[in-house]
């Protein structure tokens, strides 16, 4: 069962990544610059004569695949933290530096210019505006599956929350893998984050809000109200995207969904709130617990962050992964990995 | 040797001047900069938010002195910060804004600093001066000083950033020239901090070019690129960066001497956070050099505030301030010192 809960931990990453409207806006880097452009024309039209129909990703005279519903950033740099975990960590990343094709958090940008600029881990990871940012909490994924300690990724390009968000994930994915309880998943994470920190603060504030509503879409504008900072400019801060991503698994018994749609709806935080949400939910019930049209459509990496992963089957690099790095073959019993 | 209180008066003087200087040249490049001003020297409109907040720390010393706390400032923020804002919090950083919905959320510091994400702003590093010139020759006590304040609105690097200004300003009001204030903000902070590295490096590279650099044109353009170069953060839009700001403020000092004018030009010909490394480096000079060490045609332009960023301030001048926080010996029961501003101006003419 382990290894079903593993693939539903990488598909349901994969999943939530494809599910917030962020994702059409990473894959539509796939299509020619210019395209960008008119996108951002036609934003500053719709500003200047107060149109509210307001533009999207298109696809002028180019292919139309990139901007299906489909997986982006996340899903990406989950396969490459997969793909490349036998690597010490620093080496894994300073091989990134100087590639001007790769898109990646502001964290992870500016780790690799540290890097590049001789400061090692953790310097890398805490001398960063983003350090914050929940770019480890994602890659964690990877090594909550196999039991794993994140903190040597972790610290390449994140400090303080986003080193946190690192092990809360990772702690509450090894145990969802290992039981596939939600309430122990998420009292997993609660054990690693202390509360007089923003992310363990904000998690308990989250699982009470969402308790209170309920369910997890009726949570929604409880968890804006008590949580969200609508003042800064982006949404990717650990110690706001883990805790909706724990409150909303814990709100929805681990039901993939119906946590994801909840978290996609809070859309300041819909880059990543869903793909981690939809980690934790995958991870406990299983890949036959996601919705087969969406495994379908999220299981192809289109690319976008990483072009050399186009075409990567998320799926098969999960089985691969979980047979290199365990030594069991996939589907079979891996417990006690955790 | 200069008094305390002509220190005072540099100090904040310098700081008001700087952030003046520096208003429109933030967020511009440094070769922006150059495109339009050339060397920009001459100060076009007022101050901004780094006035107004440290005229408003200032308050909480004068009130709360040595024993200020945590709570003392939160209460402030509830007091006379909150209820005037009626609509949008205009003039405010990321760090402050954060902090007022924080406490409008019911939470206490230091929780009001940690749960925005902008707690290495330069929100803190701005407003720490009165923190130095209340402990002249002590940095130690102004660094543990700035950090009741900062809890409040910062955390982690944004607090180490007010704990370096502090203890800048400190140690130039007690005499320090610019080398032994570097040392006084080091000292301040871990070695095992952002600040702390971002000021090593740029001590090195205003090291390696000579002091005389900050004044010739061209040299002056090659030590922006390598100050760049060695703190700046290229994949980040927003210039708030406390350890960033603090280290190219105190190169600033370094390159210019000390010496006002040389010291606050430079300080934002770097672009980024321009007003603040001018009001920084400002303020850590103005204390070196005291009142007349800043540029009396800087001086004029610097009237009472306008509260535009923080209403409660309104209409105080920065050399009231400068007079309460370090009283000369006219202020023993006499009137304060400031001369009349439009009586110096026809002085002048």
Redesign the interface.
């Known amino acids: 069962m382990s290894g079903e809960r593993i693939r539903g931990a990488f598909a349901g990453l994969a999943v939530g990544d494809a599910a917030g409207w962020p994702a059409a806006r990473h894959r539509a880097a796939l299509h020619a610059p210019w395209s960008r452009r008119l996108h951002r024309e036609l934003d500053a039209f719709a500003e200047e004569h107060r149109v509210t129909t307001l533009p999207v990703p298109f696809a002028l005279n180019q292919p139309v695949a990139p901007l299906a519903v489909g997986p982006s950033d996340d899903a990406e740099w989950l396969a490459w933290t997969a793909l490349t975990i036998g690597t010490p960590r620093a080496d894994a990343f300073r091989a990134l530096a100087g590639r001007a094709e790769i898109r990646a958090r502001?964290s992870v940008?500016?780790a690799l210019?540290n890097l590049t600029k001789g400061?090692e881990p953790p310097?890398s990871g805490?001398?960063?505006?983003?350090h914050?940012d929940d770019s480890a909490a994602v890659r964690a994924v990877a090594y909550g599956v196999l039991g794993r300690d994140p903190t040597q990724d972790a610290q390449v390009t994140n400090a303080?929350d986003g080193l946190l968000g690192a092990l809360a994930m990772a702690a509450a994915v090894s145990e969802a893998v290992a039981s596939g309880s939600a309430a122990s998943a998420v009292e997993a994470a609660l054990a690693v984050l202390p509360r007089?920190?923003?992310i363990g603060?904000?998690a308990r504030v989250a699982l009470d809000a969402a308790r209170a509503a309920g369910d997890p879409f009726g949570a929604v504008p409880a968890l804006d109200a008590?949580l969200l900072?609508?003042?800064?400019?982006?949404g990717v801060?650990a110690?706001h995207t883990v805790p909706v991503a724990l409150a909303l698994t814990a709100a929805s018994g681990g039901d993939l969904r119906a946590a994801v749609p909840a978290a996609a709806c809070l859309s300041t935080l819909a880059d990543s709130a869903p793909a981690l949400t939809g980690a934790l939910t995958g991870a406990c019930g299983g890949l036959a617990a996601i919705p087969p049209g969406w495994v379908a459509a999220s299981r192809t990496l289109a690319g976008c962050c990483l072009p050399e992963l186009a075409g990567t089957d998320l799926i098969e690099l999960t089985g691969r992964f979980t047979a290199e790095t365990t030594g069991e073959s996939t589907g079979v019993s891996t417990e006690g990995i955790a | 040797m200069i008094p305390v209180n002509d220190r005072a008066r540099g100090c904040l003087l310098g700081l008001a001047a700087g952030d003046a200087l520096g208003a429109p040249a933030e967020n511009l490049t440094p070769s922006q900069i150059r495109r339009r001003w050339g060397r920009l020297t001459e100060i076009e409109g007022g101050g901004t938010d780094d006035t107004e907040y440290a005229v408003f720390a200032a308050s909480l010393l004068v009130r709360h002195g040595h024993a200020l706390t945590p709570a003392h400032v939160a209460a402030a923020y509830r007091e006379e910060i909150i209820p005037s804002i009626t609509g949008p919090m205009r003039g405010a950083g990321?760090s402050e804004?954060?902090t007022v919905?924080a406490l409008r959320?019911g939470l206490e510091p230091?929780?009001t600093g940690?749960?925005?994400?902008?707690g290495?702003s330069d929100g803190l590093a701005m407003r720490a001066a009165p923190y130095g010139i209340f402990c002249p020759g002590d940095p130690a006590e102004a660094a543990r000083l700035v950090e009741q304040d900062g809890i409040v609105s910062q955390s982690?690097e944004g607090v180490l950033g007010g704990r370096a200004v502090a203890a800048a300003v400190a140690a130039a009001m007690g005499g320090a020239g610019p080398e032994e204030a570097v040392r006084a903000a080091l000292s301040a902070v871990p070695a095992d901090s952002?600040t702390a590295?971002?000021l090593a490096r740029a001590r090195d590279v205003v090291a390696a070019s000579g002091p005389s650099d900050a004044a010739e044109n061209d040299a002056a353009d090659a030590l922006v690129e390598a100050l760049h170069e060695a703190v700046v953060?290229?994949?980040?839009p927003?210039t708030d960066?406390a350890?960033e700001a603090v280290a190219l403020a105190l190169a600033a000092v370094l390159a210019g001497g000390g010496e006002v004018e040389a010291s606050v030009t430079f300080g934002v010909s770097l672009g980024r956070d321009a007003d603040t490394i001018g009001a920084i480096a400002g303020a850590v000079t103005g204390a070196m050099r005291g009142e007349r060490g800043v540029p009396a045609r800087w001086a004029e332009r610097i009237g009472p505030v306008t509260g535009k960023c923080l209403p409660v301030v309104a209409g105080r001048h920065v050399l009231d301030v400068a007079d309460e926080l370090a009283p000369g010996p006219q202020e023993a029961g006499g009137p304060p010192s400031r001369p009349d501003p439009a009586g110096e101006r026809a002085r002048g003419r």
């Not at chain 2, 953060?233 to 980040?236: A, G, I």
Request: glycine share 8%.
């Open positions: 502001i940008a500016t210019d400061v310097a805490h001398d960063n505006p983003h914050f303080g007089d920190t923003a603060h904000n008590a900072d609508h003042v800064y400019s982006y801060g110690a | 990321f804004l954060g919905e959320r230091p929780l940690l749960v925005h994400q902008h290495w982690g952002w590295r971002n953060v290229r994949h980040y927003w960066i350890p």
